[in-house]
């Protein structure tokens, strides 16, 4: 066989050393420094693995580092899990990367330095996205595990410090992979509840891995995007999570966040005596008031009969008039007619004086027909607003067999409210009135309504 029959193409001889690369060296850990890291929109990772002497090219693709909780970055000490292999295309030597830790601080806690900073950026923890809790809540949610401490030192704290408070518990998974989407269903949920006045994220403490549930991105976004207030209250007090710079309000204990959201009876007690007491000052001051008013009114008040006498006399001084006028009248005609009679006897003219005279009675007769006409006009009107006050006068229904009761300070009774037992009353008649003592009552029927 000739040295030509060993001849490779390129492509066969890429395609055998990948080969024996995957078959030899088919997993491998190798540690060192990322540089050059790209990110296309395709989703894979490209970036060098180098140490102070060497380097070499990694690859790790989108269904791999999507199971990552943190995100390499330029100068990132890493430990790399993957196979050595051979890119045929151009010969490159690569290590497909499986798997990353960071090698050093842990992957957990650069994964949340990450998202910390990455939120922070986006204005998720800016003040002025807080939302003010209420003074007094009537319906407080708890998401939280149903068995936990968490939930048993929330419902003390509330039956101790304000019992009124309606709290409801949305049951939720607090670790594990289950834990991260439960927790964003609850509070969805808990936003289309519109009588729902805030939100407790609670759970006892644990290590990061524990809470990691509370440092998921997916949450801190739920958490920012409720419209309820959100009170943060996970692990204990010296343990931060992401949804503790989200929430509204971090409370460094779940008892803590319920003291936040449940004001003490005692001084609630208090303050609803002291707005009583004002409350009933006021309410005095302004029955006073009106009953000042009241009486200043009774007084002003002038009884039908006043009026009446008043249109009486006008009627009087009316028709006085009228009768005067009438005399004035007669005399001046009388005058006038001494004054004719005088020219009369002084020409005799007695065809004249006859058409005179009958012009004259006839004249007279028209005078008095028209004043006892307007007479007669005056008394019919007269008469007729006599009849109209009359009407108008409570004296009138006295006649009838009704009767006015008055108290002592003669307040008129027309309310059953008004009067108690053993009660003086003055009861006015048409004719005089009734000294009595009340000695019964009986509550209106719907008959009398």
């Known amino acids: 066989m000739s040295a030509a029959d060993h001849i490779l193409s390129v492509t066969e001889l890429n395609r055998r050393a990948r080969q024996l690369l995957e078959v030899h060296l088919a997993t491998v850990w190798v540690r060192g420094e990322i540089s050059n890291l790209a990110t296309p929109s395709s989703g894979h990772w490209y970036f060098t693995l180098k140490d102070d002497r060497a380097q070499i090219r990694c690859a790790m693709f989108r269904g791999q580092n999507a199971l990552l909780r943190f995100r390499p970055e330029h100068g990132m000490q890493v430990i790399a899990r993957g196979r050595v292999s051979l890119y045929e295309g151009r010969g490159d030597y690569q290590l497909i990367v499986e798997n990353l830790t960071v090698d050093g601080a842990g992957a957990l806690q650069i994964a949340f330095e990450q998202l910390k900073a990455r939120l922070q950026d986006e204005g998720l923890f800016s003040d002025e996205f807080k939302q003010e809790l209420p003074a007094l809540p009537r319906h407080v949610a708890v998401i939280t595990s149903p068995t936990g401490a968490a939930i048993r030192d929330i ?11 309606q709290v409801s518990i949305l049951p939720v998974p607090v670790q594990g992979t289950d834990a991260m989407p439960a927790i964003v269903r609850a509070l969805q ?5 519109s009588d729902i006045d805030a939100l407790i994220l ?6 990061l891995e524990d809470l990691w549930a509370f ?13 309820i207030p959100v009170v943060s209250a ?6 931060f999570t992401i949804c503790d710079f989200v929430a509204d309000v971090r409370a460094p204990t779940p008892s803590a966040a319920a003291e936040l959201l449940s004001p003490d009876r005692s001084d609630f007690e ?3 005596d002291h707005y009583a007491g004002q409350l009933e000052t006021v309410l005095s001051r302004r029955i006073a008031m009106q009953r000042n008013t009241l ?13 009446l006498r008043e249109q009486q006399q006008r009627l009087d001084h009316l028709e006085w008039r009228l009768l005067r006028a009438r005399q004035l009248h007669g005399q001046a005609l009388q005058l006038r007619m001494d004054k004719l009679d005088s020219r009369l006897q002084r020409h005799d003219p007695r065809q004249t004086l006859h058409m005179r005279e009958t012009r004259l009675l006839q004249t007279r007769q028209r005078l008095q027909e028209r004043i006892c006409e307007r007479l007669r006009q005056d008394r019919q009107r007269q008469q007729h607003l006599a009849a109209l006050l009359g009407s108008l006068s409570p004296l009138n229904t006295l006649q009838r067999g009704y009767s006015i009761a008055r108290d002592t300070e003669g307040l008129a009774i027309t309310r059953f409210s008004q009067v108690t037992i053993g009660q003086s009353l003055r009861l006015q ?4 009135s009734l000294d009595c003592t009340i000695t019964g009552q009986h509550p209106p029927t719907p008959a009398d309504s």
């Open 270 to 272: 208090a303050l609803l």
């Open 215 to 227: 440092n998921e991105e997916s949450v801190a976004r739920a958490v920012f995007a409720s419209e």
């Open 155 to 165: 419902l003390s704290v509330f039956r101790r410090r304000f019992p009124a408070i």
């Open 202 to 207: 609670a759970r006892g403490g644990g290590s």
């Open 429 to 432: 008649l048409h004719e005089g």
């Open 295 to 307: 009486l200043h009114l009774v007084k002003r008040l002038r009884h039908p009969s006043h009026t």
């Open 189 to 193: 949920l808990a936003n289309t509840c």
């Open 234 to 239: 996970i692990g204990h007090e010296t343990d």
